[in-house]
């Protein structure tokens, strides 16, 4: 079963920068739609980024200007820089992507999560 894999989150001060990245466990898998969510505790999960392979990427108002989202070139990997960071962007995050594969077609997959921290 393809898996998601995050990597990237830890600690890091207000106004520094992390870069998350989300691959796939398999090689024969192909993104065509791809997003980053977050769940702050008490909070609902929210939409931070999302990008297709035809579209350009859509923010939530709360990070615009400051995170940028992408697929490689390969479509195997989706990737979230996060710049300029505050407090408030401490949350788990969380990977999404719609791809193909030659098992399965195409289907929805999430990763499994990675801590963001974000010190004042």
């Known amino acids: 079963q393809v898996q998601l894999v995050e990597s990237g989150g830890g600690l890091v001060q207000a106004g520094g920068s992390l870069g998350l990245s989300c691959t796939a466990s398999q090689s024969d898998f192909l993104i065509s739609a791809a997003g980053w969510y977050r769940q702050a505790p008490g909070k609902q999960r929210e939409l931070v980024a999302a990008?297709?392979?035809?579209?350009?990427?859509v923010y939530a108002d709360s990070v615009k200007g400051r995170f940028t989202i992408s697929i490689d070139s390969a479509r195997k990997t989706v990737y979230l820089q996060m710049d300029n960071l505050k407090p408030e962007d401490a949350a788990v995050y969380y990977c999404y992507a719609n791809a193909w594969t030659p098992s399965t077609g195409s289907a929805d997959y999430w990763g499994q999560g990675t801590q963001v921290t974000v010190s004042s």
């Open positions: 990008i297709t392979i035809r579209t350009s990427p």
